[in-house]
């Protein structure tokens, strides 16, 4: 998706939404976090909360590490062979 600052710079959004509260966890994928710090300074994570009739919305400009406190929380699981 194509997006643009009011003066002609690209900026690259990344919404994550949510039907509560803006203080609600969510999920962020390796790439994500990957192409935010390789791409900070185009970068905006957009936050869409209590999503319904009358959502509300943020956004965080730049690498999701400096704007966001991460925790691990999901591992990837490969059976051995043998």
Do not use: I
């Given at each position: ?5 009011e003066?002609g710079k690209?900026?690259?959004p ?10 609600t966890?969510?999920?962020v994928?390796?790439?994500?976090l ?11 994570l957009i936050r869409?909360?209590?999503f ?9 400009p730049?690498s999701i590490?400096?704007t ?7 591992f ?7």
């Open positions: 998706m194509l997006s643009f600052e003066s690209e900026r690259l990344e919404v994550k939404t949510t039907k509560s509260r803006a203080e966890p969510f999920f994928s390796r790439n994500e990957q192409l935010s710090q390789e791409q900070a300074e185009v970068f905006h869409v909360f209590t319904g009739p009358a959502p509300r919305w943020y956004h965080l730049g590490d400096t966001c406190e991460l925790q691990e929380s999901t990837l699981a490969v059976p051995k062979a043998g």
